[in-house]
């Protein structure tokens, strides 16, 4: 006589791959949909840590670029630090620098082979660092904190199908959204746009401060192509300012996010 | 106690290949969007007439131990859940199995003809599942059919190699097995 159990032991197989599979699909679903949850990511603890080691090795054969790379920032910080030091710049930079409204976190793993990649830094919700504050490096805008563990985050760069920033073209008053659409690391779509924008290859592409996360004219690329059709928006190619497959160190901006902002964005 | 020394030397080995993968390979990008898989081969060369549930769970442990390094979590340990699950019928589409055999595939036991195509086959299925549920919400197709050659191309290469060095080690007339 045929039972249930009959049923099992037969094809306890097939019911085993199943159950491993519909496991699967629910850690992909999670992982898109839950933004809490950082337990099976590089941003958890354990995986965090293992990323961290691996990351100090290979950091130590890149020292040299690195030194170069700091060299060339402090030089032109100091130069622009001369052409603000007599003017009412200063008292700004130096509320600036006087609070710990800027963190550098150091990069353990990133991906740029994917559609949906993701940078790892060394520093998390202990150190002040929440959802949706702004990433950037030296050389312009990188992204924006996606997740975070007491240690670790998990930030979502421009270099993710999913992320979507709020740009201007400098000097000129037009807006619109930049997007990657995988493939290529080095450019971005710049969409939405006016149909009779006067944008020119050559212009500066910046953030427009309508996001919740970036605040104004922080560098994201230039133009470097414009196709533009009778009517329509132009596509426009932008040349991305940071390279991210060089990426060793970001700075995170500590200012908080309304969490008001947060909930009316996400609804 | 020979059983026990074999299962932990496959232990190491797994660890070895999915430490090569995460810290090593997942970091290649050809074209941005093609990346090799070495670690794959633990299953492949799994006897197919051994034990499936072993089998299933530790294809499904793997992949979710790359998942985790690669921020990919459920993608790549489905891929390896399904070619664990469609392994024994790959193997049988090049020779004939009789229940007690015991088999290690490999080209000593398929040849040099059979083993290649076999790995191909392998290979593709599981790139080719990572692609689809990598990109399921924003396909763009060019970009996947390109990653899922080069990639396929790049992961049969390497375990051929891995295949002819360590697999193959003939010392004299004296074949040695490390896998």
């Known amino acids: 006589m045929r ?29 898109n949909s839950n933004r809490d949850n950082v337990v099976f990511t590089t941003a958890g603890n354990v995986a ?9 090795v290979s950091e130590y054969f890149g020292l040299r670029v690195e030194n170069r790379r700091l060299a060339d920032e402090n030089a032109f910080l100091r130069s622009q630090l001369y052409l603000v030091r007599d003017s009412v710049e200063v008292a700004r930079l130096e509320a600036l620098t006087s609070s710990d409204s800027i963190l550098v976190g150091r990069v353990i793993s990133n991906t740029i082979n994917r559609n949906q990649n993701y ?21 312009g805008v990188v992204g924006v904190v996606y997740r975070v563990s007491r240690h670790f985050s998990l930030v979502m760069p421009l270099l993710n199908t999913s992320s979507s920033i709020s740009c201007r073209i400098r000097g000129a008053d037009c807006f619109g959204f930049l997007r990657w659409n995988g493939g290529d690391i080095y450019h971005a779509s710049l969409t939405d746009l006016p149909s009779r924008s006067g944008v020119f290859i050559g212009d500066t592409v910046e953030t427009s401060g309508f996001s919740k996360s970036f605040q104004s004219g ?34 995170i901006e500590t200012t908080a996010v309304p969490q008001e902002l947060l909930e009316l964005t996400s609804m | 106690m020979i059983m026990l020394v074999q299962v932990l030397k496959k232990v190491m080995l797994s660890i070895l290949l999915l430490a090569i993968q995460i810290f090593l ?16 081969i633990m299953i492949m060369i799994c006897d197919p007439n051994g034990s499936v549930s072993g089998r299933l769970v530790s294809a499904f442990c793997m992949g979710l131990v790359v998942d ?30 009789d229940k007690r055999d015991h088999i290690v595939p490999g080209a000593g036991s398929m040849g040099w003809v059979s083993y290649p195509v076999y790995i191909l086959i392998c290979t593709l299925i599981f790139v080719l599942t990572v ?41 004299g007339n004296k074949r040695r097995r490390f896998l």
Request: glycine letters at 4%; a negative charge.
């Open chain 1, 48 to 56: 965090g840590v293992f990323c961290d080691i691996s990351s100090s």
């Open chain 2, 131 to 171: 692609a689809l549920l990598s990109s399921v919400s924003s396909p763009d197709w060019i970009t996947l059919t390109v990653g899922v050659v080069l990639s396929t191309l790049m992961s049969v290469a390497l375990i051929l190699c891995i295949e002819l060095v360590f697999r193959r080690n003939i010392r």
């Open chain 1, 3 to 31: 039972t249930p159990l009959d049923f099992f032991v037969k094809f306890r197989h097939l019911l085993l791959f199943i159950v491993l599979e519909a496991v699967c699909m629910s850690l992909i679903y999670r992982h």
């Open chain 2, 68 to 97: 985790i390094f690669s921020d990919t979590p459920g993608v790549q340990a489905a891929a390896l859940t399904l070619l664990a699950f469609l392994q024994p019928s790959l193997i049988r589409l090049f020779m004939t199995l």
């Open chain 1, 119 to 139: 940078i790892t830094v060394d520093i998390g919700s202990v150190e002040g660092v929440a959802q949706g504050m702004p990433v950037y490096a030296s050389e």
């Open chain 1, 218 to 251: 922080l560098m994201v690329g230039i133009v470097s192509d414009i196709e533009e059709s009778e009517g329509v928006s132009p596509e426009v190619t932008v040349n991305l300012a940071v390279d991210f497959s060089r990426i060793g160190y970001v700075y």
């Open chain 2, 25 to 40: 390979l997942n970091r290649i990008s050809v074209l941005w969007c093609a990346t090799p898989y070495v670690y794959i």
